[in-house]
C-alpha cells in the first residue's frame, strides 16, 4: 500500500506583518521572517524589516531582523512574547548604518494547521549610527508599533497512519510504575486530531501525551522534537518497553523525529494521527506494523520502573 509520509508537527513558518510604528514621525513597517522551532518554546525568525517614515525627513529604514520568541506556534490561540533587532540602512539626504530593537508580545490564532493570524505590540527604538539600545540619541526614532500579520506553515500535516485491517483492541492489563499514564491516554481513544490541541476537544501527537503526563503531575515539553530527548534512552527493542514509554518517529526512515506515541503495551502505541488517537502495533514482523518500526527511532522512560 501507498501511504504519504508523516510530516512535522513543528515545522518552519513564513510570516508576513504589515504595521505602523509611531517613532518621531510616524513610520509604515513590513516585515517577511522565516520562523523555526529553537528548543521546547523558543522560536527564532530571520528575514527583512522596512519602514518608511510618513512625514517629515521621510527617513526610509532597510535591514535584515532577527526575533527570539516565547510560546509562538505553541497553541491555536494564545499569547507570545518577542524580542528583536534588526541592522540595516536608513536613508534621507544621507545613508548611514543604524540598527532596530523591540520588545513586546502579542497574540496568535491558528485556526488551520498550515495558517494563521497574529497580532502584537512592540516598543521600537531606531538608532542611527548602531550606539546600542541603552545609549540612544536623543532624536533617536522611537515608541510604540502594532502589526498585523499572517502565517503559512508547511511540515505540519498530522501524520496519516497506515490502514489497518480493524481497529486494535485495548491490552489486557497495562503494567509498570506509568501503568497510569497509559491508562489515562487510552480514555482518550477516538479523540479528534487538533494541531496544537492539548485537551478532549483535540489533540495532536506531543499534545496527547503532554496532557496523559499532566495528569499524573509530571510535565513533559510541548514539542516531539523536545519529548524525544525526555527522560532517559530505552533500547530499541519492543521487549524492553513499558507501558508509558515514550516512541519517538521519523517520517522517512532514519530521519529526523517527527512523530511521537505512547507505548501502552503487548505491541501496541497510542498516539494522535490524522483521524484522532487510535491504537497502531509496532512489530518487525507484522505487516501493519512494520510501516512503524521501519520509522522508529528512539524511545524515552520518563518514570523509572
Known amino acids: 500500500m501507498t501511504i504519504a509520509p508523516p510530516a512535522s508537527a513543528q515545522g518552519p513558518a513564513l510570516e508576513t506583518r504589515f504595521g505602523q510604528w509611531e517613532g518621531a514621525g510616524g513610520f509604515r513597517t513590513l516585515e517577511a521572517v522565516l520562523a523555526g522551532s529553537a528548543i521546547g ?5 530571520a528575514g527583512f524589516l522596512a519602514a518608511a517614515e510618513d512625514a517629515g525627513p521621510a527617513r526610509r529604514f532597510l535591514g535584515l531582523s532577527v526575533d527570539l520568541t516565547l510560546f509562538k506556534h505553541q497553541a491555536r490561540l494564545g499569547p507570545y512574547l518577542v524580542a528583536g533587532t534588526g541592522l540595516g540602512v536608513v536613508a534621507n539626504d544621507s545613508t548611514q548604518v543604524a540598527a532596530v530593537w523591540s520588545v513586546g508580545g502579542g497574540l496568535e490564532w491558528n485556526p488551520f494547521a498550515f495558517a494563521g493570524l497574529q497580532a502584537d505590540v512592540r516598543y521600537r527604538a531606531l538608532d542611527p549610527g548602531v550606539r546600542g539600545f541603552w545609549r540612544l540619541p536623543a532624536d533617536a526614532p522611537r515608541g510604540l508599533a502594532a502589526a498585523l500579520g499572517v502565517t503559512f506553515r508547511w511540515g505540519y500535516r498530522a501524520v496519516p497512519a497506515p490502514r489497518q485491517p480493524g481497529p486494535l483492541a485495548a491490552p489486557t492489563r497495562v503494567e509498570g510504575a506509568a501503568a497510569g499514564v497509559a491508562e489515562t491516554a487510552l480514555t482518550l481513544m477516538g479523540t479528534p486530531y487538533r494541531w496544537g490541541g492539548t485537551d478532549e476537544n483535540g489533540f495532536d501527537c506531543s499534545g496527547l501525551i503532554q496532557h496523559a503526563y499532566g495528569e499524573h503531575g509530571i510535565v513533559l515539553p510541548r514539542t516531539s522534537r523536545d519529548q524525544a530527548r525526555a527522560g532517559r534512552a530505552v533500547a530499541r527493542d519492543v521487549g524492553a518497553l513499558a507501558a508509558g514509554d515514550i516512541l519517538a518517529f521519523s517520517s522517512v526512515p532514519g530521519g529526523q523525529v517527527t512523530h511521537v506515541g505512547l507505548y501502552v503495551g503487548e505491541g501496541k502505541f497510542i498516539h494522535s494521527a490524522s483521524g484522532g488517537v487510535i491504537l497502531s ?15 522508529w527511532v528512539a524511545a524515552r522512560r520518563v518514570t523509572e520502573q
Do not use: C, E, M, T
Open 41 to 45: 518554546p523558543l522560536w527564532y525568525s
Open 281 to 295: 502495533r509496532l512489530s518487525a514482523n507484522d505487516a501493519d506494523g512494520q510501516w512503524w518500526w521501519n520509522r
